[in-house]
C-alpha cells in the first residue's frame, strides 16, 4: 500500500496549538496521487484547508514547489494560511533555511522571503470590489442575529470584495470588541451579493474592528477580526486579510497599507497577520499584495492511501 509523508502546523503563530492548523501532504517526485485521492486525504484531515507539496529537485539558487490547496469539499485557487505554513516549511526545512524561493498555486507564482523564522509572501490577486447590489445591515442580522436590536452593535461599513477570483467575503467593519464577540457560526451559509461573471466559488463573512486607524495619517492599522461561514469559523484567514487591506487602501486612496490583524482570540486560537499593500501611481488598482507570518510544526507520520 503506497503511503505519503506528512506534517500538521500552527500557522500565524509561533506558539503550538495556537493558530490556524494545516495538513501538510508531501508528495515525492513520481508518485501519482489523484484529484480525488488529494479530496480524500483533505476530508480525512478535516481541517480548514489540507495542501499537497510537489516535492523535487530545482536547478540554480532560488528553490521552487508546486502545491494544491483543498478544503473538505473543494479544491481552492488560492489560500493564505496554506501559503503562509507551506512557505515556513517548504523554506526552512525542505530548502534548508533557504531566505528566498518560489510557491505555484492555481492562481499563479508566489515569491518568498524568510527572515527570523517569518516568511513574507508576494500574493497573486485580482482585487475586485462588488457594487451591483450592495448589502445592508438587514443582511448582516440575518447571518448574526446578535447583533440585532441594538443600535450600539450596528455595524459600521459593509462591503464585499475578492482578493482572487473565487474566494469572496462580506467584509463587515463593527463598532466595538464587545460587537465583535457576540459572532457566532450560526449554520448559516453567507450568500454575498456578487457581481455578474465573479458569481461562484467560497464565500465568507469576515467580522473586523479597529483597535489603531491611522489609514488616512500614516498607513497602517491594526485590526481584530473572526472569519465565520456557516458552522465553520476558521482561526486565520490570510486571503481574506488581503482582501480588506486592499479594500481599505483603494477606500482611502493610500499608496502604502500596511496593517496588522489578530484573528481568532475568541476561539482561544490567537492569530497574528501582517499585511501590506501597494497601489499603483493613480491610486485606483492593486500593485502588490505581501502577506507575512509564522508557523510551528506540530504533528507528523505517514498516510496510507
Given at each position: 500500500?503506497?503511503?505519503?509523508?506528512?506534517?500538521?502546523?500552527?500557522?500565524?503563530?509561533?506558539?503550538?496549538?495556537?493558530?490556524?492548523?494545516?495538513?501538510?501532504?508531501?508528495?515525492?517526485?513520481?508518485?501519482?496521487v489523484?484529484?480525488?485521492?488529494?479530496?480524500?486525504?483533505?476530508?480525512?484531515?478535516?481541517?480548514?484547508?489540507?495542501?499537497?507539496?510537489?516535492?523535487?529537485?530545482?536547478?540554480?539558487?532560488?528553490?521552487?514547489?508546486?502545491?494544491?490547496?483543498?478544503?473538505?469539499?473543494?479544491?481552492?485557487?488560492?489560500?493564505?494560511?496554506?501559503?503562509?505554513?507551506?512557505?515556513?516549511?517548504?523554506?526552512?526545512?525542505?530548502?534548508?533555511?533557504?531566505?528566498?524561493?518560489?510557491?505555484?498555486?492555481?492562481?499563479?507564482?508566489?515569491?518568498?522571503?524568510?527572515?527570523?523564522?517569518?516568511?513574507?509572501?508576494?500574493?497573486?490577486?485580482n482585487?475586485?470590489?462588488?457594487?451591483?447590489?450592495?448589502?445592508?445591515?438587514?443582511?448582516?442580522?440575518?447571518l448574526?442575529?446578535?447583533?440585532?436590536?441594538?443600535?450600539?452593535?450596528?455595524?459600521?461599513?459593509?462591503?464585499?470584495?475578492?482578493?482572487?477570483?473565487g474566494?469572496?467575503?462580506?467584509?463587515?467593519?463593527?463598532?466595538?470588541?464587545?460587537?465583535?464577540?457576540?459572532v457566532?457560526?450560526?449554520?448559516?451559509?453567507?450568500?454575498?451579493?456578487?457581481?455578474?461573471?465573479?458569481?461562484?466559488?467560497?464565500?465568507?463573512?469576515?467580522?473586523?474592528?479597529?483597535?489603531?486607524?491611522?489609514?488616512?495619517?500614516?498607513?497602517?492599522?491594526?485590526?481584530?477580526?473572526?472569519?465565520?461561514?456557516?458552522?465553520?469559523?476558521?482561526?486565520?484567514?490570510?486571503?481574506?486579510?488581503?482582501?480588506?487591506?486592499?479594500?481599505?487602501?483603494?477606500?482611502?486612496?493610500?499608496?502604502?497599507?500596511v496593517?496588522?490583524?489578530?484573528?481568532?482570540v475568541?476561539?482561544?486560537?490567537?492569530?497574528?497577520?501582517?499585511?501590506?499593500?501597494?497601489?499603483?501611481?493613480?491610486l485606483?488598482?492593486?500593485?502588490?499584495?505581501?502577506?507575512?507570518?509564522?508557523?510551528?510544526?506540530?504533528?507528523?507520520?505517514?498516510?496510507?492511501?
Amino acid at each position: 500500500m503506497p503511503q505519503l509523508p506528512f506534517v500538521t502546523l500552527d500557522v500565524f503563530t509561533n506558539t503550538r496549538f495556537e493558530g490556524n492548523p494545516l495538513g501538510l501532504v508531501k508528495i515525492p517526485e513520481g508518485q501519482d496521487v489523484s484529484t480525488e485521492q488529494m479530496q480524500s486525504i483533505a476530508r480525512e484531515f478535516n481541517l480548514s484547508e489540507t495542501v499537497f507539496l510537489f516535492e523535487r529537485e530545482t536547478e540554480g539558487q532560488i528553490p521552487e514547489w508546486r502545491f494544491r490547496i483543498f478544503v473538505t469539499d473543494r479544491e481552492l485557487p488560492f489560500a493564505g494560511h496554506p501559503t503562509i505554513g507551506t512557505a515556513v516549511y517548504a523554506l526552512g526545512t525542505l530548502a534548508k533555511g533557504a531566505p528566498q524561493g518560489r510557491l505555484i498555486c492555481h492562481s499563479g507564482p508566489i515569491w518568498l522571503e524568510q527572515s527570523n523564522r517569518v516568511v513574507t509572501a508576494s500574493i497573486p490577486h485580482n482585487v475586485h470590489i462588488h457594487t451591483e447590489n450592495p448589502h445592508t445591515a438587514k443582511h448582516i442580522f440575518d447571518l448574526q442575529p446578535k447583533l440585532a436590536g441594538n443600535s450600539a452593535l450596528t455595524p459600521r461599513s459593509i462591503h464585499v470584495a475578492s482578493p482572487v477570483r473565487g474566494m469572496n467575503f462580506i467584509y463587515t467593519e463593527l463598532p466595538s470588541l464587545e460587537a465583535l464577540s457576540l459572532v457566532q457560526s450560526t449554520g448559516v451559509k453567507p450568500k454575498p451579493n456578487l457581481d455578474r461573471d465573479w458569481n461562484f466559488g467560497f464565500a465568507g463573512s469576515y467580522f473586523y474592528v479597529f483597535t489603531k486607524d491611522d489609514v488616512a495619517s500614516s498607513g497602517q492599522a491594526e485590526l481584530r477580526t473572526r472569519m465565520v461561514a456557516g458552522t465553520f469559523e476558521d482561526p486565520a484567514t490570510g486571503a481574506a486579510a488581503c482582501g480588506l487591506c486592499a479594500l481599505l487602501a483603494l477606500q482611502h486612496k493610500v499608496k502604502y497599507l500596511v496593517i496588522s490583524i489578530t484573528q481568532a482570540v475568541e476561539m482561544g486560537r490567537t492569530s497574528v497577520i501582517g499585511v501590506m499593500v501597494t497601489l499603483n501611481d493613480g491610486l485606483d488598482a492593486v500593485e502588490k499584495v505581501q502577506l507575512s507570518g509564522s508557523a510551528v510544526k506540530v504533528m507528523e507520520g505517514v498516510i496510507e492511501y
